[in-house]
């Protein structure tokens, strides 16, 4: 099982980024899968899951009406849209995988991507 997250970058407030979260290995679209971020001295907190039936849940209010996601089973692939982002959306996002979405970074036992930074900064 492998994931590698990709597309975070440099962006000024009010950007958008779309990250990416691919799959390698396994079907993708059979699993749960989570963005989380995490910014130093602070403890990892999911952000959003979808489902394998492509219902996503939020967990962050904060990004309720700027973040969404989705997958491409096509592409093996999941997607973090971010619109209206705002500086303290910085941290370094990641993706996990289990059989559903779990609400908590403890319950992703299957794989973890290695992590992309996004920073909010004019």
């Known amino acids: 099982v492998q994931l590698q997250a990709s597309g975070g970058g440099l962006v000024q407030p009010g950007g958008s980024l779309r990250l990416s979260c691919v799959a390698s290995?396994?079907?993708?679209?059979?699993?749960?899968v989570g963005w989380f971020r995490q910014i130093p001295g602070k403890e990892r907190e999911e952000v959003l899951c979808?489902?394998?039936?492509?219902?996503?849940?939020y967990f962050q209010d904060s990004v309720k009406g700027r973040f969404t996601i989705s997958r491409d089973n096509a592409k093996n692939t999941v997607y973090l849209q971010m619109n209206s982002l705002k500086p303290e959306d910085t941290a370094v996002y990641y993706c996990?995988?289990?059989?559903?979405?779990?609400?908590?970074?403890?319950?992703?036992?299957?794989?973890w991507g290695q992590g992309t930074l996004v920073t909010v900064s004019s």
């Open positions: 996990a995988t289990d059989d559903d979405c779990r609400g908590s970074p403890l319950g992703y036992e299957y794989g």
């Open positions: 290995g396994f079907t993708l679209a059979y699993y749960g």
């Open positions: 979808i489902s394998s039936s492509h219902s996503s849940t």
